[in-house]
């Protein structure tokens, strides 16, 4: 492919007069892997969400794969998609929150596979045959039946990656992850996060987490305010930030 996968241009979001999100440029290629770092309320959640428009932008564009997000051209004029278009579009990213919203009368495997099944009609014995793989592949294989009450948070955020990917996401959108969990489960999602980057997947990640950001980001983006205020290679901006809002959050986290 020749341009970016997902490309986003002059984003403007606002809450009534409330400016979130005031200009918003970013490139992510094929395979790359972005962190976005910054402190409470300077928008990175408003960010994700209008990537795949649970939140309409006020004004900028978002494209997958040259595509536009959430409106689509009909001769010269530019239409809202319809619901179904935005639906289909939407699942060709995965997103992960902080809470995990498995469904919570449903098994591991049963979560995994309810989407494919329904959404995609995938037959159910093969829906059963890749849930399983990508369960072994986050570490959940032995824990298929077990109902979500029954697991750490730890394993249900592993249950909920595996659960998108299972809908064969093109890019995977991750908005804090782990903040939600004991301090002793954040090691095992972020593992898995890892493996999934090693293994080629796209990923936007808003995260506190600045050794992942370290190991695994092939660009760092530092957010306040609304604005992109400074990014680039992990390395550079950690060790090196060149703005004052950078040094003082960076100074915060540690
Ligand atoms: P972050 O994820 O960086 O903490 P958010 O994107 O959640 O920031 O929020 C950015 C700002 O937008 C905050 O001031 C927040 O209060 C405001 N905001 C977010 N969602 C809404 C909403 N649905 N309605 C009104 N204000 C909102
Ligand atoms: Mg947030």
Same mark, same amino acid.
């Given at each position: 492919? &020749?341009?970016?996968?997902?490309?986003?241009?002059?984003? %403007?979001?606002?809450?009534?007069?409330h400016e979130v999100l005031r200009g918003i440029d970013l490139e992510i290629d094929e395979g790359e892997v972005?962190?976005?770092?910054?402190?409470?309320?300077?928008?990175?959640?408003?960010l994700l969400r209008c990537l795949n428009y649970l939140e309409k932008p006020k004004s900028g564009a978002v494209?997958?794969? +040259? @595509?536009?997000? #959430?409106?689509?051209?009909?001769? +010269?004029?530019?239409?809202?998609? =319809?619901?179904?278009?935005?639906?289909?579009?939407?699942?060709?990213? #995965?997103?992960?929150?902080?809470?995990? %919203?498995?469904?919570?009368?449903?098994?591991?495997?049963?979560?995994?596979?309810?989407?494919?099944?329904?959404?995609?009609? =995938?037959?159910?014995?093969? &829906?059963?045959?890749?849930?399983?793989?990508?369960?072994?592949?986050?570490?959940?294989?032995?824990?298929?039946?077990?109902?979500?009450?029954?697991?750490?948070?730890?394993?249900?955020?592993? =249950?909920?990656? &595996?659960?998108?990917?299972?809908?064969?996401?093109?890019?995977?959108?991750?908005?804090?992850?782990?903040?939600?969990?004991?301090?002793?489960l954040v090691g095992e999602v972020l593992a898995t996060m890892h493996q999934l980057a090693d293994e080629g997947?796209?990923?936007?990640?808003?995260? %506190? @987490?600045?050794?992942?950001?370290?190991?695994?980001?092939?660009?760092?983006?530092?957010? +306040?305010?609304?604005?992109?205020?400074?990014?680039?290679?992990?390395?550079?901006?950690?060790?090196?930030?060149?703005?004052?809002? =950078?040094?003082?959050?960076?100074?915060?986290?540690?």
């Amino acid at each position: 492919m &020749a341009g970016p996968l997902l490309k986003v241009e002059r984003l %403007h979001k606002a809450f009534g007069t409330h400016e979130v999100l005031r200009g918003i440029d970013l490139e992510i290629d094929e395979g790359e892997v972005m962190c976005i770092v910054g402190p409470s309320g300077s928008g990175k959640s408003t960010l994700l969400r209008c990537l795949n428009y649970l939140e309409k932008p006020k004004s900028g564009a978002v494209f997958l794969k +040259d @595509e536009p997000i #959430g409106v689509r051209w009909q001769g +010269d004029r530019l239409y809202e998609m =319809t619901f179904d278009q935005l639906a289909r579009q939407r699942r060709r990213m #995965g997103m992960v929150f902080q809470g995990f %919203h498995l469904f919570p009368h449903k098994t591991v495997l049963e979560n995994v596979i309810e989407a494919p099944i329904i959404v995609n009609r =995938t037959p159910r014995r093969k &829906a059963v045959e890749e849930a399983m793989a990508l369960l072994e592949k986050v570490g959940m294989k032995d824990r298929a039946h077990y109902h979500p009450a029954q697991l750490s948070g730890g394993q249900q955020q592993r =249950t909920a990656i &595996a659960r998108s990917l299972a809908m064969r996401p093109e890019l995977m959108l991750f908005d804090e992850p782990t903040s939600a969990l004991d301090p002793e489960l954040v090691g095992e999602v972020l593992a898995t996060m890892h493996q999934l980057a090693d293994e080629g997947m796209t990923m936007v990640v808003v995260t %506190h @987490e600045m050794g992942f950001a370290r190991e695994v980001a092939d660009e760092l983006v530092f957010m +306040d305010e609304g604005v992109i205020v400074e990014q680039g290679k992990p390395a550079d901006v950690l060790l090196n930030p060149q703005h004052e809002r =950078t040094q003082t959050f960076l100074a915060r986290m540690r």
